[in-house]
């Protein structure tokens, strides 16, 4: 009898709610009043240094939402030179787009440059979330990413 109640309440509140967990759905951008549209020019785009936890030689900017909140974001990477992204994991999938320069990405903990797709301006991919992979770009090459944060670069210890 005390189940078949317990069972009764959590029905009665479900149906009553709507099933909704949060009045604010990921990937739904949040407009200032009387703006309805999210704009970045290239002209005005801030570039930032990466974080520390990232390998040197690259700088981000944050082209829509967060990176470290639990929503849809977009951010992009530049690099100027050789650049180096060891073994890694996220834990949820990127979606990443070459814009400028190309970037060779490869999977498992021991692959090589050798072993790696090459993507040029324009190409698009997808990591797969909790899969090894290396990433090197050559000079003047700029990478978009989206996904749904927090974002994180888990490096792989030898």
């Not at 200032?32 to 690259?58: F, T």
């Amino acid at each position: 009898m005390k189940n078949t109640l317990i069972y009764f309440v959590c029905i009665s509140v479900l149906a009553l709610t709507g099933c909704k967990q949060s009045s604010t759905q990921v990937g739904v951008m949040q407009f200032p009043e009387g703006v309805v549209q999210h704009v970045v020019y290239a002209k005005d785009i801030e570039w930032k240094p990466c974080p520390p936890n990232l390998p040197e030689g690259c700088e981000m900017a944050v082209m829509e939402g967060s990176p470290k909140s639990n929503d849809l974001f977009t951010v992009r990477f530049k690099v100027n030179g050789k650049f180096i992204m060891p073994p890694h994991t996220h834990p949820k999938d990127e979606r990443a787009t070459i814009l400028q320069g190309k970037a060779y990405v490869a999977f498992g903990k021991d692959a090589t440059r050798e072993d790696a797709k090459e993507f040029g301006p324009g190409d698009y991919y997808v990591n797969a979330r909790n899969e090894i992979h290396s990433v090197w770009a050559d000079s003047n090459t700029i990478i978009q990413l989206t996904g749904i944060g927090p974002w994180e670069a888990n490096f792989i210890e030898d």
